[in-house]
């Protein structure tokens, strides 16, 4: 049977997801998969997604900005890391049932754990505090990091996700930092940086003020260690810029959405053979595309 999938988002014309999952109905094979990009505004969310699933050739979705939380309210079933971290960017349709899953959290914790491999990981910082860094928190926890800090725009909700984390992973220090200033007491092995400040698109007045702020975070740290930004367009963000200056090992997001995205696949469909090839083959594709498409 044809099978029907989608990423739904508002708005959704940057997404890659569509130039993804192609692909790898090229590569894995197996399946014959129709995958498109649904522009969905929030207020028909839904319903779309209810419609959606009384049809049995649909599979599910990829959820992306700004639905990822709001799908909880109508989700029959939350994953563990869904109901920790509030936020989902896997549906699964199964039985007329709905599964809601984070596979963000594979994608961190894969990208993150290759690259700090024989690297210290016990001082952690996090920049922001919406869906995408509760995803880097649960990943911090469930590997058993020491510390982790977290700085965001708002402090306010910096705090509460201090609170809230210290209480599902009793393991780790997490603790809000109020402002830059703050960062003089504290140094890293590894900083994640989890907002759209310095994405391509994003707001450009703000590009001089992603400069100053990246440079503050490196400026006063005793020792280069790993920077991971979740963004990959542009591949070298400003973010990145600022720890390369400063010495440190970076890390892009494509990593990351590679991983998302295998880890959906394999919700969806099965076990993905000879998945480290896939995933190189991959990366290698969306980097060309990035290339030609900056
Ligand atoms: P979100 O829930 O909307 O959260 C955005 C966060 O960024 C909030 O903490 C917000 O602060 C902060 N922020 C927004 N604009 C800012 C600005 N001008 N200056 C300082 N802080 C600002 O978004 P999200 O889903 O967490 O996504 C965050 C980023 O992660 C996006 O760039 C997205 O592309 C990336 N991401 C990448 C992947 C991947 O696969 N590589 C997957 C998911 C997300 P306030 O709390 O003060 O509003």
Redesign the pocket.
């Known amino acids: 049977m044809n099978q029907r999938a989608g990423v739904i988002g508002h708005p959704i014309s940057h997404s890659l997801s569509p130039k993804i999952f192609d692909f790898l109905s090229v590569t894995i094979g197996g399946v014959s998969l129709k995958y498109l990009a649904h522009d969905v505004s929030p207020s028909e969310l839904r319903s779309y997604v209810l419609e959606a699933l009384k049809d049995p050739q649909n599979i599910g979705f990829n959820v992306t900005?700004p639905h990822?939380e709001s799908v909880l309210s109508f989700a029959h079933h939350l994953s563990d890391e869904v109901e920790k971290i509030g936020a989902a960017n896997v549906l699964a349709f199964k039985d007329q049932e709905i599964f809601a899953f984070n596979t963000?959290v594979v994608?961190i914790s894969e990208s993150l754990l290759s690259a700090t491999r024989g690297l210290p990981t016990q001082s952690v910082l996090v920049v922001?505090?919406?869906?995408?860094?509760r995803a880097a928190l649960y990943t911090c926890g469930i590997n058993r990091f020491s510390s982790v800090k977290i700085i965001?725009?708002?402090p306010s909700?910096a705090r509460l996700l201090g609170t809230e984390f210290n209480k599902f992973f009793p393991a780790t220090a997490f603790k809000a930092i109020e402002n830059l200033a703050e960062l003089d007491q504290n140094s890293f092995d590894l900083i994640v940086q989890?907002?759209?400040?310095g994405?391509t698109g994003?707001?450009e007045s703000?590009r001089g003020?992603a400069e100053a702020i990246y440079q503050a975070i490196f400026k006063h740290q005793a020792r280069p260690g790993l920077a991971f930004d979740?963004?990959?367009r542009p591949q070298l963000t400003p973010f990145l810029n600022a720890a390369q200056q400063s010495g440190w090992k970076i890390l892009g997001?494509?990593g990351?959405?590679v991983g998302?995205a295998l880890a959906t696949w394999e919700i969806w469909f099965e076990k993905i053979e000879n998945k480290e090839n896939v995933r190189q083959l991959l990366i290698q594709n969306l980097q060309k595309h990035l290339e030609a498409t900056p």
């Open positions: 900005v990822k963000d994608g922001g505090a919406g869906g995408a860094a965001n725009r708002s909700k989890a907002t759209p400040l994405m994003y707001r703000t003020n979740m963004i990959y997001g494509l990351m959405l998302q």
